[in-house]
């Protein structure tokens, strides 16, 4: 099983974190079935980007980004050329590192 290692972030996951995951899942999944409670303000249909995540390892080995992803990423704070959206990124068999950006745009809780 790989292995998505995620840089520490003050709020989600404050120390980092190493989990292991099925191939064939999102990250997005992967991070919430291990108590990273990442945004995800869409229930993961690709309609917002507060699951955006920056990949810094292993980002080929990802699915291909299809073209809804592509024009939502447009729209998210720090984009960066190896930014995914979490819910739609699916693990491959290749170990990933993952970075939650600083800040999401979540127009649900924003005041």
Known sequence: MPIIKILPHSEYCPAGAEVNVPSGTSICEALLDNDIAIEHACDQVC????????????????????E???????????????SRLSCQ?????????????????NHAREK
């Open 47 to 66: 309609a917002c980007t507060t699951c955006h995540v920056i990949v810094r390892e292993g980002f080929a080995s990802l699915s291909e980004m299809e």
């Open 68 to 82: 809804g992803e592509e024009d939502m990423l447009d729209r998210a704070w720090g984009l960066e050329p190896n």
């Open 89 to 105: 990124a699916i693990v491959a068999n290749q170990n990933l590192t993952v970075e939650i950006p600083k800040y999401s745009i």
